[in-house]
């Protein structure tokens, strides 16, 4: 699937509703700044048809869940603040894996030299 299909279904909008496309878009490239400064590698551009399989072969593994909920608290964020701080505490927490996973593949090559 496609990184905007991916955010749709997250947020609970079909697929075939483009209504919020245009509005969705800088809020995801906004969560891919966030990964770009983490340690991912700036190769994509952002567009419609942009696959997670374009994030190369290795890409973190939370990358869908953190541009999720980075999306979701721009976009459609809870009204209550008890289901606030669980999402911010995650998305710190999910920063924070990137960050470590970048590093260990920096250039492509496992650091550690764990398979």
């Excluded at 909920?69 to 911010?88: C, G, H, S, W, Y």
Aim: proline letters at 7%; glycine letters at 4%; one cysteine or more.
């Amino acid at each position: 699937m496609t990184v905007l299909a991916d955010v749709k279904e997250f947020l609970n909008i079909p697929w075939d509703f483009w209504d919020y496309d245009k509005q969705l878009k800088p809020m995801i490239e906004m969560a891919f700044a966030d990964l770009v400064q983490f340690g991912m590698p700036n190769t994509v551009e952002m567009d419609q048809d942009l696959e997670w399989a374009a994030l190369g072969p290795n890409r973190s593994p939370h990358i869908k869940e953190y541009v999720c909920l980075r999306t979701k608290m721009a976009f459609d964020p809870p009204q209550n603040a008890f289901l606030v701080t669980p999402i911010e505490k995650r998305l710190t927490e999910l920063q924070h894996r990137i960050i470590y996973h970048y590093e260990r593949f920096e250039g492509g090559v496992d650091k550690w030299g764990r398979t």
